[in-house]
């Protein structure tokens, strides 16, 4: 019995000292890192489907009737007449421009092998993510890999659109220095774009099925969201 009751102690200690039970994958799951970017060129029907989209698509139809607006209400061109008709002129020259715009600029990418996707910012500040946005405005992406480059099809799209126009069917009194002012507020407009391309598409996930939405705003050209940038 003195034996037993000495040997008690030792053998509680032993058993307080035994390992504890290694934790179950159950109660500790394993979380997989997210996998890299992985860089993947368009296929020739997305680049189709995007050019279709960003010429002659809701977003271009949207900003022309807002622009033709703008320039309605400050007579420009003055040539030509107001009210509905005048209306419908600049609504049609201004979705012309934009239409002549993007198709050049696809044109040139294609010659370039460069993307035309806009590759949202991973980072979460709205201050970066609206640097890198401006910043696109004269990137792309080019090659197997998808490196950075300086876009020249970007810098050309709102020029071109503007020298069509003013060649095309603006007055005869319009020239090239015309159409180099008015391709500076398109580039501003490439960059309002991007912006768009940038924090829309979660404000939209937000409101469910909104306008944004149903105007296809929030996929305009943007690459998915498993694709962002690096």
């Known amino acids: 019995m003195v034996l ?10 032993s058993q307080n000292l035994a390992p504890a039970p290694a934790p179950s994958a159950e109660e500790h799951p394993i979380v997989p890192e997210p996998p890299p970017f992985a860089y993947r060129q368009p296929t020739e029907d997305m680049k189709l489907r995007n ?25 420009n061109p003055p040539d030509w007449r107001e009210g509905f008709p005048g209306y419908a002129a600049r609504h049609g020259s201004d979705f012309g421009t934009s239409a002549a715009g993007v198709t050049a ?31 696109s405005t004269f990137v792309a992406r080019r090659g197997d890999d998808g490196h950075k480059v300086f876009s020249i099809p970007d810098l050309v799209q709102p020029y071109a ?3 069509t126009a003013v060649h095309g069917w603006y ?26 391309l940038e924090f829309l598409p979660a404000l939209a996930s937000h409101a469910g099925n909104s306008w944004v939405t149903r105007l296809h705003l929030d996929n305009r050209h943007t690459a998915r969201e498993n694709e962002s940038a690096p």
């Not at 037993?4 to 200690?13: F, G, H, Q, W, Y």
């Not at 989209?53 to 400050?74: E, I, K, W």
């Not at 002012?181 to 309002?192: I, K």
Request: charged share 20%.
């Open 4 to 13: 037993l009751e000495a040997a008690s102690p030792v053998a509680a200690r």
């Open 51 to 75: 050019y279709l989209f960003d010429a002659f698509g809701p977003y271009s139809l949207t900003v022309s009737a807002f622009v033709a607006g703008y320039h309605q209400a400050r007579r």
């Open 171 to 196: 007055p005869p009194r319009y020239g090239a220095k015309d159409a180099f002012r008015m391709g500076n507020y398109g580039l501003l407009d490439l960059a309002l774009g991007n912006i768009s």
């Open 105 to 135: 600029r696809y044109v040139a990418a294609e010659a370039l092998h460069e993307d035309t996707l806009y590759y949202r910012c991973p980072s979460k500040g709205i201050w970066r993510r609206l640097q890198y946005a401006v910043a």
């Open 161 to 163: 659109g503007t020298f």
